[in-house]
Each structure stands twice: as C-alpha cells, then as structure tokens.
C-alpha cells in the first residue's frame, strides 16, 4: 500500500494531529461506534422505488462483519485494492465498510464507466477483485466483467450484486455474506494486522475531464474530517435525511458531507437508483427527503419538472450544487420552485472543498462558490509565473491542507507538473476572490480558445450565451480552423420551441458589450449536451464530436 501514496511531510502531519484535524480510528471502527450509538436508528433506506429496504445502523454493522467474513473466507485483506463498480444499492454501503474493516482499498469507479476506464483503473491500481452488479440500467455488467478479467491478470475475483450467473468463476455478495455469518458465528470481524488510520482508505477517481483519470489516495484520517466537518457546515443532525441522488462512488455524494457524514450525526441515508425526477420526487415525498446534492445539469432537470409536477418537497431544507459551475439565474429558481435553500459546493476529488454557509443569505449562496471548509485549507490565487494575483483578480487557484493530497497514487511523472514543489496542488482552475473571502468560479485554466493570437474564454462565452432568452445550455469549444488556427463553436441547447441563427447571436453579444474577436464563428444546436459520468458538461466529447 505504501508505495504510490505521497505522504504529507511530517511537519505538516503533526500541525493537522496536533490541531485535531486527524483524530480517531480507521473508518470502519467508526461504524461500530455508530451501531453502538445509534443503534435501531435507520442507517439506511435502499431498495427499488416499489419495495423498500431498510437497514438499522445494528443491522448495517452486522452485515458488514458477515460480508467482511466472506471475503476473509475468498482471501481478501489488508491493502489490496477492489475496483467498486456498484451503483446506488445496499451492496455500495455494505461493501464498502466491509472491504474497510478488513483493511483493503476500495477503488470508487463510477456506474457510467465502462471497459477504457475500467480496465485503467484496475490496471494502475493492481486491483485484485471487480465488484459489479448484475444488470444496471440494461447494462449486463456480468459481461463487460468478463472482458476485464480477461484483460487484466491481477483481478481473482468478480463479486456480483444479484445473480452472479452461470460463470463459476463469479461469486454471489449474498452466498458470500451467507458464509460470512455462518464463518464468524455471531463473533465481529477485525482485520488480522491493525488498520493505520494515517493510510489509504479510499481511492477515489479524478474527475479532470483530460486525459486519463487518475487516482487519488485518501487516509481514514482525511477522509474522516472530510464528512464530519462537511457534516457541521451543513447543521446535519440525527433528524436529517440524506438523499444520495448522485452516484454514491463520487466524493460529493459520499462525503460532502454525503453519506458518510450523514452516518457520522445518526441521519438517514437514502438511495436513489437514479437521479431522475420521477424517482427522486417520489423518494423525498416518501422519507421526507431533508439534504440532497446534485450536479448543475441536474438541478436544471429538476427544477424544469417540478414546474411541471409541482411535486412534495416540502421536506427539503438544503440543496447542495457542485461539481461544476451553477448559472445564477438557475440558482435563483432553487428556493422558489424546490423550496430548500441552496447551497453551492466547489470541491474535488483531491481535496479542497468550498461551501457557501447556511447563513450566508440567498444572494451570496446564488453568485459565489463559498470558501474553503478548513481554517487550515491555504489557497493561492496565482498568475502564469505562480505569482499571486492582485486582491480581486482572477488567477489558477492552488491549495494544500489537511485533506488534499500532496499527489496522485502511482503518477510520479504528472505529479512534478501537478504539484508544486512546496506541496500547493495547482487545480487547473480559475478563480477570483472577492473582498469578502468567496471564490468564484472563472473557467478552466485550458479552457480558453486561441483564435488566432486572441484568448477567448470558454466560460466567459458561455455566461453570455446563457443569458440570452432562447438559450438554456451552452458549451463553448475550439474548431479547427485553417486561417485562426482554432475558431470559436457555440453548441447550445434551446428552449422549447424556439429557434435561433448565428447572425442574431452576434448582434446580441456585440449589443452586451462583447469584444469582436470573442464572437462564436460557428453555432450549433443540439437537442442535449453530453455529459460525464457525474454529471458534467463533456468537453471532451464534444470537441470530438464538433472540434
Ligand atoms: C467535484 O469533484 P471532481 O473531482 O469530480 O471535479 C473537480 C473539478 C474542480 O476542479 C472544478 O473544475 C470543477 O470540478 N468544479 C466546479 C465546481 N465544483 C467542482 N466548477 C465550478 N463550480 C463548482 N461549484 O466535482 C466535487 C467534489 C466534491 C464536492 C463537489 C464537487
């Protein structure tokens, strides 16, 4: 395990022990405290829309203990990685715990991934079992698992959610649980060498939408102060219900506070198989939904059919949007369609997470990103030489603190370009800092198109466009172009019945005040933009698609 993490130097790991940043056991001996505690209390709700199924905070623990056992029995133990590709089930939360306490690393691969990212992953991070459902969403994982195993040598074992099929070489969650408790006979499970709470719990997925992902290491310690304090910041209580509406693998859902901090007060934890309205309205309704987290795209989607439902989310107090940058004007309608307050999250997978507070008013919590969660989190705001920025302007943001990593697992090479040689990661993002101490979200750092000589900013670009009546999504993206080198492409989706041409674009953009060489070249009109597997607007594919 320890070869690939970058530990923090130890000068700075004792100022975050000693200031109580890093506290407490592994995360796995924290469910036992929670069981104790909270014990009858519902952990979890999972299940399909129909047929609910509830876990009591004791019930969790003991079928973690009974899987942990069953994957004892396979020889699975500390340090070896899982590639995890389970969507929103009871099987994520048990397997998850359940691989924890036995000291192995779970790898949190996304359900929309698929054999490139998988078999990546897996590859780079050694993994030695494949987790899987059966089907998902008409998918029959059973076979892409098939493909892996035969691409990647390390992977002994496939573990199924539901019917493992006719494949022998495939192994049951459910037999194995079965084994597990009749192994343990009543007896908790302990991994045989103790658990460092200073290692690697989790390795989480980059969500940079260039190149390959990459994999981020975090301990017990970090990811631990990650949730609860995420938990604090959003006054999550036992009386809360967390929504996990977003994919459970993803750091916002799991720990933003998601659901580890949910766990972490007593909450309840429910599952959405899938994001869409239908069934997250219809869950809300049912458990009184009180805190949920969603992606921009999404937030539009639910926001669009609410108008159209007038559904009961009376429940919902807080909405949590990140993940990438949230339009105002969307942000606006939060309150007065859904009825909860929201609240934006600017975070990443490496680390440093931002949170507009509960008290921060609507007008605050619907123009800025918030601030860092950590009075110890240190930002930059720099310019191309890594010199800060005047007071105000915008600049790449770089961060260390307790709980951003000091470089990716296995990627020495990236890691001298990705982190500075004083241990800031540079996030690619571009930022500036208002007077007050809020960060907003200016653009990527790469994202800007070279139209000949000019720097044109895509989100720049795209703030303008969005605010046209007609528009309701736009990306903007380079084109090839002989004479500019790259020309300027608006793709944007449209309202309900309208229409719109280039040249009307132009004349509303020059009428904002825009400059001549900011104009988009090309406009194209798309019914929807594609989108990551979380949820993102995907450059990628559309500079494939349209570049
Ligand atoms: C979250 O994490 P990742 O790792 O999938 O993506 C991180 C990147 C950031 O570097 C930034 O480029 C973008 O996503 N981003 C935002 C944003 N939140 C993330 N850009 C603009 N506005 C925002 N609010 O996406 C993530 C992790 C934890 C909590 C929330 C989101």
């Not at 700075?12 to 505690?37: I, K, S, T």
């Not at 192994?171 to 290692?199: F, I, Q």
């Not at 007060?265 to 429910?270: L, S, Y």
């Not at 507009?356 to 918030?370: F, I, P, V, W």
Request: with cysteine; net charge negative; hydrophobic share 45%.
């Amino acid at each position: 395990m320890g070869e690939g993490f970058v530990p923090w130097p130890a000068e700075f790991a004792d100022r975050y022990r000693e200031a109580g940043y890093w506290e407490g056991g592994p995360l796995a001996d924290r469910l036992r405290d929670w069981a104790q505690r909270y014990g009858a209390a519902t952990a979890l709700v999972g299940g399909p829309p129909g047929a609910p199924v509830r876990r009591s905070y004791a019930e969790l623990d003991e079928a973690v203990d009974d899987l942990a056992a069953g994957l004892a029995g396979l020889g699975l133990g500390a340090g070896d990685r899982v590639v995890l590709h389970l969507p929103n089930r009871i099987e994520f939360v048990t397997l998850l715990f359940a691989l924890l306490r036995l000291g192995a690393i779970p790898v949190l691969t996304l359900p929309a991934h698929r054999r490139v990212e998988i078999e990546h992953l897996a590859r780079l991070s050694g993994a030695v079992a494949y987790a899987i459902p059966d089907r998902h969403e008409g998918f029959d994982h059973r076979v892409l698992a098939g493909e892996i195993v035969a691409a990647v040598p390390s992977i002994r074992h496939v573990l199924v959610a539901g019917d493992a099929g006719a494949s022998t070489a495939f192994t049951g969650l459910a037999g194995l649980a079965a084994a597990g408790a009749a192994a343990r006979g009543g007896r908790p499970v302990t991994s045989p060498e103790p658990v460092d709470p200073a290692g690697v719990a989790v390795l989480l997925i980059s969500g940079g939408t260039t190149g390959k992902p990459k994999l981020i290491a975090r301990t017990h310690w970090d990811y631990a102060y990650n949730a609860a304090a995420s938990a604090r910041l959003c006054g999550l209580s036992g009386s809360d219900v967390y929504l996990v509406a977003l994919p459970a693998a993803h750091n916002f859902p799991l720990a933003c506070p998601g659901l580890l901090g949910a766990f972490g007060v007593g909450a309840t934890v429910v599952l959405a198989c899938a994001p869409s309205p239908e069934i997250a309205f219809e869950l809300i309704a049912r458990e009184r939904v009180t805190v949920t987290a969603l992606v921009p795209a999404l937030a539009r989607i639910w926001v669009t059919a609410a108008g159209w439902e007038g559904p009961d989310t009376t429940s919902l107090r807080l909405l949590q949007v990140g993940g990438a940058k949230l339009d105002e004007a969307l942000a606006r309608q939060i309150r007065p369609v859904l009825g909860a307050a929201v609240q934006q999250v600017f975070g990443m997978a490496e680390g440093l997470l931002n949170y507009t507070r509960l008290d921060d008013g609507d007008e605050l919590a619907c123009t800025s990103q918030g601030r860092p969660l950590a009075a110890a989190d240190e930002i930059r705001v720099v310019d191309e030489d890594g010199l800060d920025v005047p007071a105000g302007a915008t600049g790449e943001l770089w961060t260390r603190g307790p709980y951003t990593i000091r470089g990716y697992y296995r990627a020495a090479e990236h890691n001298a370009t990705a982190f500075t040689p004083d241990g800031y990661y540079r996030t690619g993002d571009l930022v500036r800092r208002t007077a007050e101490g809020n960060l907003v979200v200016e653009g990527r750092i790469k994202d800007v198109i070279n139209r000949s000589g000019e720097n044109v900013s895509a989100t720049e670009l795209e703030e303008h466009l969005l605010a046209h009546r007609a528009i309701v999504q736009a990306a903007v993206i380079a084109a090839a172009d002989e004479q500019l080198g790259e020309s300027v492409r608006a793709v944007v989706v449209l309202g309900a019945g309208e229409s719109i041409k280039l040249k009307n674009v132009k004349t509303y953009l020059r009428e904002r005040g825009l400059a001549r060489f900011m104009l988009p070249d090309l406009l194209t009109v798309v019914d929807e933009l594609p989108l990551t597997a979380i949820g993102k607007i995907d450059k990628r594919e559309l500079r494939r698609r349209f570049g």
